[in-house]
């Protein structure tokens, strides 16, 4: 018989975290399974008595919990050991969304192969259109962000009374850049905004297709997101008939813009109001025809945006009082919308009340709206 010593104090107390049973189809003990906990504490007393029970120590993991920190910057060269030293050099990195011949020349493999287009509808002008110089002002915020358990034990309450730290989030439209030993073998276009992460596009060479680029980038992006505390990430629009766009339904959990209502609703949810939409509308006999010529936003009764009455009354467009800016560049000046001469014949007014009723009054308000007379 073995007599133990009575813990003299807490530490002594072995601490366990059931787990339960995980099968094995493999192993040849307990019908094919084996069972398991995890400790935070125990005395080498205790453990004596769990190994002469069968028990074993393992490393220390995490069984249940994905890593995405760690799996993303994985294969990154700073993280790798630095003996024996790599074959490879793996890199990622933000740049400006300035343009680049570089760039240009990845832009026009992927959309010639990947995307079938006629080389001669390939341009620099349309690349730098489509995914260079943004219009979004680049900045960098200062917010306080929570600082992680294991930190605070580390650091100490002295040096963080209120267990927050400041960190300085980047905002604006960027290019992250992957590269093979040095040469660029992806590039996705990111918009960080206040709220969020928003994916804009993403080109890659298609010797390295095999890779996956599309799911490692949106994985990279996602930890981007909470590396820097923004609060959502945006993967763009949805069209369930549409094959290309069918993808995104598959990160989850993940929800989806409700225009006539402006929430956000989960995926599945949705999914199943279309479908049922769909089979209404394949039920009924008389479908609205579209409008011909060249219809405002109101005709076409689009989703989500506001009434003409309501966009009229607010911005009150009745005075005219509008900031608006005349002409381009050095030659631009400054003016009121209702000194400009066709201000009263409806023409202008009516593409400013389209305009504000489909990016909101919020926006409207603030906007200076440009005119090239």
Same mark, same amino acid.
């Given at each position: ?84 030293? %790599?074959?490879?050099?793996? =890199?990622? $990195?933000? !740049?400006?969304? *300035? ?8 832009? +026009? @493999? ?35 962000? %929570?600082?992680?358990?294991? =930190?605070? $034990?580390? !650091?100490?309450? *002295? ?8 960190? +300085? @989030? ?204």
């Amino acid at each position: 018989m073995r007599i133990l010593q009575r813990p003299r104090d807490k530490s002594e107390i072995p601490r366990f975290t059931w787990v339960g049973i995980e099968k094995l189809s493999s192993a040849p003990i307990l019908n094919g399974a084996s069972f398991y906990a995890i400790s935070t504490s125990l005395s080498a007393e205790h453990y004596q008595l769990l190994m002469d029970r069968g028990w074993r120590r393992e490393k220390k993991q995490d069984r249940n919990e994905f890593d995405l920190r760690k799996a993303v910057h994985a294969s990154e060269t700073e993280e790798l050991p630095k003996e024996p030293s %790599p074959e490879h050099e793996f =890199t990622v $990195e933000f !740049d400006t969304d *300035d343009f680049t011949e570089e760039k240009y020349a990845l832009f +026009e @493999q992927y959309q010639r192969l990947v995307h079938k287009e006629n080389p001669h509808e390939i341009t620099r002008g349309g690349f730098k259109r489509f995914l260079c110089s943004s219009p979004i002002v680049r900045s960098f915020r200062t917010i306080k962000v %929570p600082i992680p358990k294991s =930190t605070q $034990e580390n !650091d100490g309450s *002295d040096m963080h009374p209120s267990w927050q730290k400041e960190i +300085e @989030q980047p905002l604006g439209s960027y290019h992250q850049v992957y590269r093979l030993d040095g040469k660029m073998v992806a590039l996705a276009v990111l918009d960080l905004l206040p709220r969020g992460v928003s994916s804009v596009y993403l080109i890659y060479d298609v010797t390295y297709e095999r890779f996956g680029f599309g799911k490692l980038s949106a994985l990279r992006e996602v930890q981007l997101t909470r590396e820097y505390h923004y609060t959502n990430y945006y993967m763009g629009f949805y069209i369930p008939s549409c094959a290309k766009m069918r993808y995104k339904g598959e990160y989850k959990p993940q929800w989806v813009l409700d225009f006539p209502t402006m929430e956000w609703w989960p995926l599945e949810e949705m999914e199943r109001r279309w479908e049922r939409e769909k089979e209404e509308q394949n039920g009924s006999e008389s479908r609205r025809k579209p409008p011909r010529g060249s219809p405002s936003v109101f005709e076409l009764e689009l989703e989500g945006i506001l009434d003409e009455q309501t966009v009229d009354r607010e911005m009150e467009f009745e005075s005219g009082n509008l900031p608006v800016c005349i002409g381009n560049g050095e030659d631009a000046t400054l003016a009121l919308a209702c000194d400009l001469r066709n201000w009263r014949d409806g023409r202008v007014r009516s593409s400013l009340t389209e305009l504000v009723a489909t990016t909101g009054l919020e926006v409207g308000r603030e906007a200076v709206f440009q005119f090239n007379i």
